[in-house]
């Protein structure tokens, strides 16, 4: 499972993430909406502190992905095979 998509789903999804963030529903769900979903480094502390905050179980990859600040690599196209 995606450890983002796993974050998403310890908080109770979109709504429930905006709102122990308080980040705006709508930027939340660009995070995870995202090809391939990722929280902005920026932003990972906040998803921390809420975690802590709410009493939320993450798991290790979980922690060790809001602790990094580095981007995840964007997806690329795949190139057209020709027939």
């Given at each position: 499972?995606?450890?983002?998509?796993s974050?998403?789903?310890t908080f109770?999804?979109?709504?429930?993430?905006?709102?122990?963030?308080?980040f705006?529903?709508?930027?939340?769900?660009?995070?995870?909406?995202r090809?391939p979903?990722?929280?902005?480094?920026w932003?990972?502390p906040?998803?921390?502190?809420?975690?802590?905050?709410l009493?939320r179980a993450?798991?290790?990859e979980?922690?060790a992905y809001?602790?990094s600040r580095?981007?995840?690599p964007k997806?690329?196209?795949?190139?057209?095979?020709?027939?």
């Amino acid at each position: 499972m995606d450890v983002v998509r796993s974050i998403f789903e310890t908080f109770g999804g979109v709504s429930a993430l905006a709102e122990a963030t308080g980040f705006p529903q709508q930027t939340v769900s660009e995070w995870r909406n995202r090809s391939p979903a990722e929280i902005p480094p920026w932003r990972r502390p906040a998803v921390a502190d809420a975690a802590r905050r709410l009493e939320r179980a993450l798991s290790p990859e979980a922690l060790a992905y809001l602790a990094s600040r580095e981007r995840t690599p964007k997806a690329q196209p795949v190139a057209s095979v020709a027939a």
